[in-house]
């Protein structure tokens, strides 16, 4: 069974840092792209940040260039969001998902299939 379940939220004023943790089980963890998006009430699910866990490729949207880092533990099955510089609008509830398309852009939600529970972070100002 393919499970990713994230730690890590919770409440931290501007300019403050967390990390969040993405512990993935049920498959091979090294043959693919897991990715961290992040939702706000009412809004779309945004693409943050994604990792080839193969080759450690990332990417990263352009609101958190300079501020977030995502990286792996592949001998841990983990993956991290490394936030720093928090702001007030990177408020939201985080997911950590798999890939399994690759058909149009890492930053489709589409393109993910199995998902996360959320991990809230929340930016007082």
């Known amino acids: 069974e393919v499970r990713l379940v994230e730690s890590g939220g919770g409440l931290v004023q501007a300019g403050g840092s967390l990390r969040l943790s993405c512990s993935a089980s049920?498959?091979?963890?090294?043959?693919?792209?897991i990715a961290w998006f992040r939702q706000v009430s009412g809004k779309e699910r945004e693409g943050v940040a994604c990792?080839?866990?193969?080759?450690?490729?990332?990417y990263y949207t352009d609101s958190v260039k300079g501020r977030f880092t995502i990286s792996s533990d592949n001998a841990k099955n983990t993956v991290y969001l490394q936030m720093n510089s928090l702001e007030p609008e990177d408020t939201a509830i985080y997911f950590c998902?798999?890939?399994?398309?690759?058909?149009?852009?890492?930053?489709?939600?589409?393109?993910?299939?199995?998902w996360g529970q959320g991990t809230q972070v929340t930016v007082s100002s």
């Open positions: 990792i080839k866990t193969g080759d450690g490729s990332t």
């Open positions: 049920g498959f091979i963890f090294n043959d693919h792209t």
């Open positions: 998902a798999r890939r399994w398309l690759y058909t149009t852009s890492w930053y489709g939600p589409a393109e993910y299939d199995y």
